[in-house]
Each structure stands twice: as structure tokens, then as C-alpha cells.
């Protein structure tokens, strides 16, 4: 069995069957190990969120198979896990857009316009005053730590992927000072993807509706990363292979509709 937690790098929410699903690296990894993916994956949701799904499913389960094979992926550690039932509405960036335009799809979920603003406020107000830096690296060390102690029986160890810069370096120097039989890569996500734009991305634009934000192309090569990665050295080259200037800036309105054209 293949366990996936993480944010919207990670969630594959097509349908399984769909063509497009089986581009993503999840269903790359399952067809090359001949197994099943269990997602406990969601976008736009906190490490709180990421963590506490680890831990639930643990509690669960007591003990992985030793061929199992758990990939967590790190998110951004400014992100709120504001309401309990909605842990997706974590990003302010989305949160400020939905409370902006009225976004319909936030309403149809219980979420009226009063609290989107709210939160949007409180989410100032709590950088502002709240955030602390050391205090998420502690969070993520000490999950980090306890994952080691739940998953010490895999034949591969745990793969962390961290999603943004701050959270690949806190992850990476935390596994190299202590010497943890981790896998982790030496490059984060988000640089793939904005890599494989060509030309400036315009501010004003969400250019992530790409399928879990990578292109076809380097799903291919991450999976192939992930199944040949060295027990020994606990670590993915990131660094190397991955595809550049797949999609020009200008594109990226309508990449959305042709990845679907494509593979639907």
C-alpha cells in the first residue's frame, strides 16, 4: 500500500479511473508496485492538518507493512488551520479572493461572507503578532521524529517532499543534524513547478491547475525518482532531470482546459 499525505501537491482528487489521474505520480507509483494508493491528501490545508491525519491513521493501523510505502508532503508553515471542519480554507491568499468576489463554491460549503473577512483579519492579526518561526521548526522536528519511531520496519524509509523553500530547509538540516533515515530531496516542489513556465508569471494569476501542479512530463520523472531512490543515502536528487519551459506564461489560462482535452 501507497499512503499519501500532503497538501494540493499531493492530492490527486480525479477520479482513479480518469486518464488524467494516471498521469499523476501517485498512479505511476501504484501501477509500477502493483498496489494501491490510500490519499489522506487535501488541498490547501495546513501541516496541523497533515500531521493529525498521519497520527490518526496510526492510531488506526498500529503498525505499516513492511512493504508499505508513506510519502508525506511538507506545506507552507504560514498556513491556519482556522475551521475544524474546513481545513482547506487555510491559505489567505484563496481566503482574500473568495471574500473579495464572493466566490460561490466557499458558500456552498456553510462558509458566508462575514467569516471568510473574519478570518482574513484574524490571519493578520496572527502573523503580525502570533507567528513564530522556531516554533513551527520544532512542530515539524519533532513529527519528523516521531515518524521515524512509527515506520522503523519499512523496507523503504518514509519520503518527506516539502512543498516551499522554508520548509525544505528547516526538513533537510533537521534530517542531516541528526542523522535520520529519512528520504528527502535536495530541491522543494514549487521550484519545479515555476520552472516549467516559461517566461514571468503574472501576479494576478493562479497558474496552479496544473495536475497537482506539475506537468505530465515531471510526474514521470518524480515517480521514477521516488522508486529509485537510495535507501543508503536517504536523499532525491531534485536537482537534476526534471523538464524546464514546458508551458509558455502567456498559456496558462487555458492550460487547464488542454491537459483535460488531452487526457480525457
Not at 498512479?27 to 490547501?44: C, M, P, Q, V
Not at 458566508?112 to 484574524?122: A, G, S
Not at 516539502?162 to 538540516?173: D, H, R
Amino acid at each position: 500500500m501507497i499512503y499519501l499525505f500532503g497538501d494540493s501537491f499531493a492530492y490527486c482528487h480525479y477520479n482513479k479511473d480518469n486518464l488524467v489521474f494516471q498521469k499523476t505520480y501517485p498512479a505511476i507509483l501504484a501501477n509500477y508496485y502493483k498496489t494501491e494508493i490510500k490519499s489522506y491528501a487535501r488541498g490547501g490545508v495546513a501541516n496541523s492538518f497533515i500531521f493529525k491525519s498521519f497520527n490518526d491513521l496510526f492510531s488506526q493501523i498500529k503498525k505499516f507493512n513492511d512493504d508499505d510505502i508513506v510519502i508525506i508532503n511538507i506545506t507552507a508553515s504560514t498556513r491556519i488551520w482556522f475551521w475544524e471542519n474546513h481545513p482547506e480554507l487555510s491559505d489567505s491568499k484563496k481566503v482574500k479572493a473568495a471574500w473579495a468576489n464572493e466566490n460561490v463554491k466557499f458558500f456552498e460549503r456553510g462558509v458566508n461572507i462575514r467569516e471568510l473577512h473574519n478570518f482574513y483579519k484574524f490571519y493578520q492579526l496572527y502573523m503580525h503578532f502570533f507567528y513564530f518561526e522556531e516554533r513551527e521548526r520544532t512542530i515539524i522536528e519533532n513529527f519528523i521524529l516521531s515518524l521515524i519511531k512509527r515506520t522503523d520496519n519499512l523496507n523503504k524509509p518514509p519520503i518527506l517532499i516539502p512543498c516551499f523553500a522554508a520548509e525544505w530547509s528547516w526538513t533537510k538540516k533537521i534530517v542531516k543534524k541528526k542523522k535520520l533515515p529519512i528520504i528527502v530531496p535536495n530541491l522543494h516542489l514549487d521550484d519545479i513547478s515555476r520552472n516549467e513556465i516559461k517566461g514571468t508569471i503574472p501576479t494576478t494569476h493562479n497558474w496552479e491547475h496544473r495536475i497537482n501542479h506539475l506537468m505530465p512530463e515531471n510526474h514521470l520523472i518524480l515517480a521514477d525518482k521516488i522508486i529509485n531512490a537510495d535507501k543508503n543515502t536517504y536523499s532525491i536528487n531534485f536537482k537534476s532531470h526534471f523538464k524546464k519551459d514546458l508551458v509558455d506564461s502567456k498559456d496558462l489560462e487555458s492550460l487547464r482546459y488542454k491537459i483535460r482535452d488531452a487526457y480525457e
